[in-house]
């Protein structure tokens, strides 16, 4: 059996700093608190809490005047609010912030002063999305596919910045941008999708096409890795999402002559090779 492996798959560069980033923190000593999962694998956030880091989904979890804490802004970035109230805690703040979504956040900031409404394509519960609407005072139109965009109607005269969520499918940020051209609205397109994603995608069909079968490996929740696997999905039926080893039930691959391996951002190089090993020795 052919096996051929992604060379974009796993961690992203946003991703690797913020996990990186933990991982030192831990080594001081001292208490850890990451403001919700640091990335969206449970197995790194296993070993995470195993090492004592505690994840916590709201600022008002994080305990008042403990000794050198530390709470970690993940990668995904959060709204300017909540980063407010994180500084009224007194704890050390190390921001992972991806700088790719740091940029958004600027840009959504400036351009909403100007007076512009902003447009984010991408998904509406994803905490990217909701950090970076967070920037213009919670007042964004999330736009998530064609018909979204076929729907909405802007007033008159009124000035639109629209900018995407960083991992959003590249084909369809396009398809929605032109539909937004074709009202003729006063638009400032921001391709704020990082070049990590439209690597990985792009990559990702390429061998998905001339493969009998793809493994799509990453975590449940991870945007990233499900939008891998439509991508893969679309152009190779037999397409399989899984997230360790584990989940792989390799009866179904005996009668591919090649198959595909990629990962999310969020997919630590180990599982990756283990699975890529796993496949080839069968």
């Not at 609205?185 to 994603?197: H, L, S």
């Not at 005996?254 to 951002?265: E, K, L």
Request: glycine share 6%; hydrophobic share 35%; with cysteine.
């Amino acid at each position: 059996m052919e096996v051929t492996l992604a060379k974009s798959a796993g961690f992203c560069f946003g991703v690797k700093r913020a996990v990186d980033m933990v991982y030192n923190e831990v080594e001081k000593g001292n208490p850890v608190y990451t403001l919700g999962p640091i990335i969206h694998n449970e197995q790194v956030v296993a070993d995470l809490e195993a090492k004592g880091v505690k994840v916590v989904s709201d600022v008002e979890e994080l305990p008042e005047g403990e000794k050198n804490a530390t709470v970690v802004i993940r990668s995904h970035g959060i709204s300017k609010d909540i980063f407010q109230r994180l500084q009224e805690k007194n704890m050390q703040i190390a921001d992972a912030t991806c700088p790719f979504v740091g940029k958004i956040h600027r840009i959504v900031e400036e351009k909403y002063r100007e007076g512009h409404q902003i447009i984010i394509i991408g998904n509406a519960n994803h905490p990217e999305v909701e950090g970076i609407n967070g920037w213009c005072d919670g007042t964004a139109v999330v736009i998530g596919s064609p018909e979204d965009a076929d729907a909405y109607l802007a007033p008159n005269g009124e000035k639109i910045c629209i900018v995407a969520q960083t991992t959003f499918n590249y084909k369809k940020f396009k398809d929605i941008v032109d539909i937004f051209r074709k009202k003729s609205y006063d638009i400032n397109v921001m391709n704020t999708i990082c070049n990590a994603t439209e690597e990985r995608q792009t990559e990702a069909a390429a061998i998905a096409t001339q493969s009998d079968a793809m493994i799509v490996i990453g975590g449940k929740h991870s945007s990233n890795t499900q939008k891998l696997y439509e991508i893969c999905k679309n152009v190779c039926p037999d397409t399989h999402f899984i997230q360790t080893l584990d989940d792989l039930d390799l009866e179904q691959f005996q009668s591919f002559r090649s198959v595909g391996i990629t990962a999310g951002a969020s997919t630590p190089n180990t599982i990756i090779k283990e699975v890529q090993s796993y496949v080839r020795n069968e």
